[in-house]
């Protein structure tokens, strides 16, 4: 029986990106729709369920895509209400390729640190902690025992940081850093740096973290000059700088494009898989596993 994939996008124009991978990660016939809202949700699962026995559903599934996390979230609320009894598929959520980047980025983090422990009990921070990725990333660190602050330009809203404390547990605090000079002063006292921030900002000077006593690790996900973290190359993937583990863009690219397929093809592997970013962190935890 043919792997089918539903494709709903928030955006006009569903991920050419999204389909491709789909494609390499097994799926052979995806059925993409675009400017999807959860009022369309209903009619259009419907058609995915109701063509298939339950035994078979498992050879359909969802993904949900698009650059605005929000809209998704509501997508798959709205895919998960549409379900009852047997009648359900598979489905994965992630927009913008904020999930699967946020899980890849906190697995290099924990690889840095060591297996002794990982990352409880250090101090976190993720600039530009306040965007998709940066919610995630962050909200991991905090699940698997990390003391976490989030920065952004702005004063960061209480209620955002209540947010990510409610889903994800763990300790998390946000800071402003109107400026990158005062990333040093932030960075005290910190193991580990996420820098979440958008293509072409450099948020954290080479000055901020090279060299600084404590830090072990920094990954920065901006692949587009000038990068986010000054002195982390984009093809850095565990090379050591300034006395710090560092993982550039692609290095941490690399690792979320092993995660994305491998979440695809877990999909067809049962009806009733939701894949978000905690899930979607176990799937990485199995294929970063070292092999005995």
């Known amino acids: 029986m043919r792997k089918l994939l539903l ?4 955006s006009p124009h569903p991920s050419v990106f999204d389909r491709v991978v789909a494609y390499d990660a097994g799926a052979d016939e995806i059925m993409s729709y675009g400017g999807v809202t959860e009022h369309a949700v209903r009619d259009l699962v419907h058609g995915a369920i109701f063509t298939r026995g339950p035994k078979d559903l498992r050879n359909t599934a969802i993904f949900i895509g698009g650059t605005d996390m929000t809209a998704g979230e509501r997508l798959l609320a709205a895919v998960r209400e549409t379900f009852f009894g047997p009648l359900r598929v598979s489905v994965m959520l992630d927009s913008n390729g904020s999930n699967t980047t946020a899980v890849a980025a906190v697995a290099k983090l924990q690889q840095a640190a060591g297996p002794k ?4 009990g250090r101090r976190a921070v993720v600039t530009a902690g306040t965007g998709p990725v940066g919610v995630r990333a962050a909200g991991l660190l905090a699940r698997a025992g990390a003391d976490v602050i989030v920065t952004s330009r702005r004063p960061v809203a209480p209620a955002l940081v209540e947010q990510i404390r409610q889903r994800f547990g763990g300790s998390v605090r946000g800071v402003a850093m109107p400026d990158s000079s005062q990333a040093a002063a932030i960075l005290e006292g910190a193991e580990l740096l996420l820098n979440a921030g958008g293509a072409s900002v450099r948020l954290v000077p080479r000055d901020g973290w090279a060299g600084r006593a404590g830090l072990r690790a920094a990954a920065d996900v901006n692949a587009v000059p000038p990068l986010g973290v000054e002195g982390i190359e984009v093809n850095d993937d565990g090379v050591e700088r300034e006395g710090v583990t560092v993982f550039g863009a692609l290095g941490v690219g690399n690792l979320k494009m092993k995660i994305h397929k491998a979440c695809i093809a877990r999909l067809f592997e049962q009806n009733d898989l939701v894949l978000d970013a905690e899930t979607i962190a176990e799937v ?9």
Not at 7 to 10: A, I, V
Not at 117 to 120: M, T
Not at 284 to 292: K, S, Y
């Open 7 to 10: 494709q709903l996008d928030t």
């Open 284 to 292: 990485a935890r199995e294929i970063t596993a070292p092999r005995n």
């Open 117 to 120: 422990g990982g990352v409880q």
